[in-house]
């Protein structure tokens, strides 16, 4: 038997599993939500729930401009991973508060303002994605951005 592992290694390989329900055709991401080593909720990218996925009918791609110049492509369609995840716990009643999230790639600066909101404690990524943009916000914000290898 190979070595056990740990908590943060556990809920990241959770999640990577929970990426494979996303209906995203540009990237499959996962979030999971935990406190206290339970799963409070998870999340893919994808629809809204009872609307058409973009693996169905295509992407509602459009650009937009960050400060620096910089052109970003986003999808109307889709909902991310972490407001997925943040949405069951609400539906569920789930309280977040001083939670974990567990994101297969870091969050976007929407998601993670939305996070810092919540009360989330840590935000736990695989693969960095866009990591700089983050930059301003987490001087502010005491809200911990780690990096977990599996």
């Not at 740990?6 to 995203?24: H, L």
């Not at 791609?61 to 960050?66: E, F, H, K, V």
Request: one cysteine or more.
């Amino acid at each position: 038997m190979g070595e056990r592992p740990s908590w943060d290694q556990y809920f990241m390989m959770i999640t990577r599993q929970v990426a494979d329900r996303s209906t995203c055709n540009r990237a499959k991401v996962g979030a999971l939500i935990a406190r206290d080593k339970n799963i409070l909720a998870t999340g893919y990218n994808g629809a809204p729930a009872g609307l058409p996925h973009c693996t169905e009918v295509g992407c509602l791609i459009y650009q937009s401009r960050t400060p620096s110049g910089e052109v970003e492509e986003n999808c109307f369609r889709t909902i991310h991973a972490e407001i997925n995840a943040i949405a069951q716990a609400a539906k569920n009643g789930a309280m977040i508060k001083d939670a974990d999230i567990y994101i297969t790639h870091t969050p976007c600066i929407h998601c993670f303002k939305v996070l810092i909101n919540t009360g989330i404690k840590r935000v736990l990524y695989e693969k960095p994605y866009k990591l700089a943009t983050l930059d301003d916000l987490r001087r502010y914000s005491e809200v911990a951005l780690v990096q977990v290898d599996v």
